[in-house]
């Protein structure tokens, strides 16, 4: 069987009723035409700007998947440039072909539209010729938009057709929301528009408005001011009176910017699904009465959502999902919970490799979601079955291919977004079957349901781990990872209650006596390398009833039960430390003592008190034969880490050399001795680290960063930084500021 065309639908508020008629067509022509259809949805239209949803918007990457043929795109169903201007570009970018829903000359991409003017003319006309009223306003949308003018151009041609007078201040701007409706209501409830007959409103948001803030200020709806609406919304029919609106012909829209879609990426025309008209729908906001087969109707369907929106909202299915403790609890909720969406036909609950990584370390998540990056169907259910998945996919590609695959009928899927502030789990894909329609308003509802209970587990992860690594603090160093004071304390209790009494315990002391030393010509990282090499050492020594930890950075301790083995420990350290330094080339933090307490257990040994013991009694000293200290060694050490904190003073040899009571040409001679390198070379070298760190780290010009860094001239930085580094600072910034 030919592989079907998938067409994918970008839009939002999809139980909208204007934007699920649309859908319904769409998805009826393309079930017509045997092509599959994914609805990438967030659930919100971005009128406001928040962290979850500039997190939200990242599904829109799906647009990139290769396995679409083409979109079509509800840019209307969006607020605000930003958010358009931002899918449009993704859009662009796919590279297929993009078929603009109800709009009207984009510079970029196809468009298809409906004609409102005709349809606002014959409502106006209904208030006319139905009611006589003469005096009618008309509040529009914005007036930078094609619909809003097309319902303007309406209501003017209706007047003029009833040779019915009118001025400018018949008619305002509005913003299709609640804002510029509420300030048109109260001009009029204030007197500085005299009070019409009726009000024209372009759609159903801003009737509704209207209708609150008159009955809210004392007018009669519809006897005093009739009000109509637009676009026939269910939000519109629940009003008190309940609004008289328009139904566009969307599913027809829909339907038609399909076929239009088809011919452009097969070059063949589809059959046609039978047409829709639009017609009125009556309500009593105008002065006419209802008519009861259309109320029955609505009233039908309203009454099931709200059943289902009364179990979700009176059910514990809040309580139980932000009470699982992990994913796999998690999972059966939701399991249990999917027949509040009404007609599911098939569910697919993903999430990303990088959520379940994040979250079995406790960090956060992330708000970027790739369309490459790997998936993982946690939960796969139809209305009555649960299919058992664990499977990754390494991309949204191979997921697309997963739920179109062995299918003889052509499917829907709405693919909506799991995330939480800046966070980004993965997504929820559902289709109703064979049913050409869209999800309720108490799917999102759900959705947000588990969006946080997703962000409960990752902070109850992230709070186990951080007990864990609390625990394990107390216990133990983190330099080095072996039990500390504590840590030993309670080990060497414990083993003292489990060993005969008859038993002899020993502790051997290891102490660093260099460490210092260490230090200042090594620098911290590598002295802790040096720490964690010498713990690995001791572990490496130990017998399988010995215990092995650090009292500090430069002090161990070995317990051992039964007779003392510190000779065998000295020897056996000294014999890896030896060959560290043929290997390496160096000796630095080889020096060590080494001292020994021991006692029988029935002598209830004190661990403090062996460790004093231990500390006065040495048995055993290792040194290095080339680690003699010079006099002077830490005055070097002290002008070192000078010029290592602050490079940019302009050091003089003969000024330290002075300051340090030592001739200039023995400072300089003992400092090269100590580190390899003069403190003329030392300083450069530091310069060039501390411009490395503002290149990558900070957004200073280049310039800024030389003086910063002790340089007098641009030019003498840059050609000094690609000496040394090989590169120009401009390069190393651009190789390194990301990574």
């Keep these: 069987m030919k592989e079907r065309l998938l067409i994918g639908v970008i839009t939002t508020d999809c139980y909208i009723e204007y934007h699920r008629d649309l859908m319904n067509g769409i998805i009826s022509q393309a079930f017509k035409c045997n092509c599959d259809v994914v609805v990438i949805s967030p659930l919100n239209n971005f009128f406001y700007q928040t962290d979850n949803k500039i997190t939200e918007k990242e599904i829109f990457n799906f647009i990139l998947s290769d396995r679409f043929d083409g979109f079509l795109y509800n840019r209307n169903a969006f607020y605000g440039e930003s958010i358009k201007n931002y899918i449009d570009d993704i859009c662009v970018k796919s590279e297929k072909p993009i078929m603009l829903l109800d709009y009207n000359n984009h510079k970029r991409f196809e468009t298809t539209t409906a004609d409102d003017c005709a349809s606002f003319e014959e409502l106006v006309d209904h208030l006319i010729e139905e009611h006589g009223y003469k005096k009618i306003y008309c509040l529009t949308g914005p007036k930078n938009t094609l619909a809003s003018q097309e319902r303007l151009q309406g209501y003017f041609n209706s007047m003029k057709k009833h040779n019915i007078p009118y001025d400018k201040s018949y008619y305002d701007y509005g913003d299709f929301w609640t804002v510029k409706s509420t300030e048109f209501a109260d001009k009029i409830l204030k007197g500085e528009l005299p009070k019409p007959e009726a009000i024209a409103c372009a759609n159903d948001t801003m009737a509704v408005t209207v209708c609150e803030r008159l009955i809210g200020g004392g007018i009669n709806v519809p006897d005093e001011i009739a009000v109509t609406g637009y676009d026939?919304?269910?939000?519109?029919?629940?009003?008190?009176?309940?609004?008289?609106?328009?139904?566009?012909?969307?599913?027809?829209?829909?339907?038609e910017a399909f076929r239009r879609l088809y011919r452009i990426v097969t070059g063949k025309i589809c059959p046609k699904i039978p047409d829709t008209h639009g017609s009125i729908r009556i309500g009593r906001s105008c002065g006419c009465a209802e008519n009861p087969r259309l109320k029955h109707t609505i009233q039908r369907r309203m009454k099931v959502?709200?059943?289902?929106?009364?179990?979700?909202?009176?059910?514990?299915?809040?309580?139980?999902?932000?009470?699982?403790?992990?994913?796999?609890?998690?999972?059966?909720?939701?399991?249990?919970?999917?027949?509040?969406?009404?007609?599911?036909?098939?569910?697919?609950?993903?999430?990303?490799?990088?959520?379940?990584?994040?979250?079995?370390?406790?960090?956060?998540?992330?708000?970027t979601f790739s369309v490459n990056e790997p998936v993982r169907i946690l939960l796969d259910k139809t209305a009555v079955y649960r299919y058992m998945t664990d499977t990754y996919?390494?991309?949204?590609?191979?997921?697309?291919?997963?739920?179109?695959?062995?299918?003889?009928?052509?499917?829907?899927?709405?693919?909506?977004?799991l995330n939480y502030n800046n966070n980004f789990f993965g997504f929820c894909?559902?289709?109703?079957?064979?049913?050409?329609?869209?999800?309720?308003?108490l799917y999102t509802q759900w959705i947000k349901y588990t969006d946080t209970a997703l962000k409960h587990i990752l902070d109850k992860s992230a709070l186990r781990i951080s007990l864990k690594k609390l625990d394990y603090s107390v216990t133990h160093s983190e330099e080095t990872g072996l039990l500390n004071h504590n840590g030993l304390n309670e080990m060497f209790r414990s083993r003292l209650a489990d060993c005969p009494s008859d038993e002899k315990v020993s502790l051997t002391m290891i102490e660093l006596s260099e460490l210092k030393k260490t230090y200042f010509q090594c620098g911290h990282s590598e002295t802790k390398e040096i720490l964690r090499s010498f713990a690995d050492i001791l572990r490496s020594s130990l017998q399988q009833n010995e215990i092995c930890g650090s009292l500090s950075q430069s002090c161990y301790v070995i317990i051992g039960f039964g007779e003392s083995r510190a000779d065998d420990i000295f020897y056996f350290i000294r014999q890896r430390l030896e060959s560290c330094i043929i290997n390496n080339g160096s000796h630095y933090g080889t020096a060590f003592t080494m001292g020994e307490a021991s006692a029988l257990l029935s002598e209830a040994p004190d661990f403090n008190d062996m460790i004093q013991k231990a500390a006065v009694n040495h048995v055993h000293t290792y040194s290095h034969e080339d680690t003699g200290v010079n006099p002077q060694f830490e005055k070097i050490c002290r002008l070192r880490s000078e010029l290592m904190k602050n490079p940019e003073i302009n050091w003089k040899v003969s000024e330290i050399s002075e300051k340090l009571f030592i001739s200039k040409s023995y400072l300089q001679k003992i400092y090269k001795q100590y580190f390899n390198r003069s403190i003329i070379e030392e300083l450069i070298y530091f310069r060039l680290d501390k411009a490395k760190k503002l290149l990558v780290e900070t957004d200073l010009t280049v310039t800024d960063i030389s003086r910063d860094c002790g340089y007098t001239t641009y030019n003498y930085f840059v050609r000094q930084f690609r000496t040394i580094e090989g590169i120009s600072p401009t390069e190393y910034r651009e190789q390194n500021k990301y990574i």
């Design 232 to 255: 026939a919304s269910l939000d519109a029919y629940r009003m008190n009176p309940s609004i008289t609106s328009y139904q566009r012909p969307n599913y027809q829209l829909g339907a």
């Design 305 to 367: 959502d709200e059943s289902f929106e009364t179990r979700l909202s009176t059910g514990d299915m809040l309580i139980e999902i932000t009470n699982a403790d992990n994913l796999n609890q998690l999972i059966d909720v939701i399991d249990r919970h999917t027949y509040l969406i009404h007609k599911m036909s098939r569910m697919f609950f993903c999430l990303t490799k990088n959520c379940e990584d994040a979250m079995s370390q406790g960090i956060p998540i992330g708000n």
């Design 393 to 417: 996919f390494s991309s949204s590609n191979e997921f697309l291919d997963k739920i179109r695959s062995n299918k003889k009928q052509p499917s829907a899927y709405y693919i909506s977004p």
């Design 429 to 441: 894909a559902i289709s109703f079957g064979k049913y050409p329609v869209t999800y309720s308003r």
